[in-house]
């Protein structure tokens, strides 16, 4: 069975950074956009950035220029490196791939198991 598995999180003052990993087990074919997202304390969970297949990356306006993903297809890995971090980024981010094919068909809309993120002032 398809899983990702994450890791990276933890806490960080102010202005530090961190590095999110997000690698999918199992017999896997191809997958296909991959991003994280993100939930802080009574909010909703909302997209922070998501990279194509191909490459190609877009980021929520909150983290742009602080934030970068990036992946490697053949580690079947997606990271996220996150700079300049501030309270206001403190959240579970959850890794998310829309679809994924492996040697038992084809799955959609997977979930990690979120990493906490804490960063104080």
């Known amino acids: 069975q398809v899983q990702l598995v994450e890791s990276g999180g933890g806490s960080v003052q102010a202005g530090g950074s961190l590095r999110l990993s997000c690698t999918a087990s199992?017999?896997?074919?191809?997958?296909?956009?991959m991003g994280w997202y993100r939930q802080a304390l009574g909010q909703q969970r909302e997209l922070v950035a998501m990279i194509t297949s191909g490459g190609s990356a877009e980021y929520a306006d909150s983290v742009k220029g602080r934030f970068t993903i990036s992946r490697d297809n053949s580690k079947h890995t997606v990271y996220l490196q996150m700079n300049s971090l501030n309270p206001e980024d403190t959240a579970v981010y959850y890794c998310?791939?829309?679809?994924?094919?492996?040697?038992?068909?084809?799955?959609?809309?997977?979930w990690g198991q979120g990493a906490q993120v804490t960063v104080s002032s």
């Open positions: 998310n791939v829309d679809r994924i094919a492996t040697n038992r068909g084809v799955k959609d809309d997977i």
């Open positions: 199992g017999i896997i074919f191809s997958i296909g956009a």
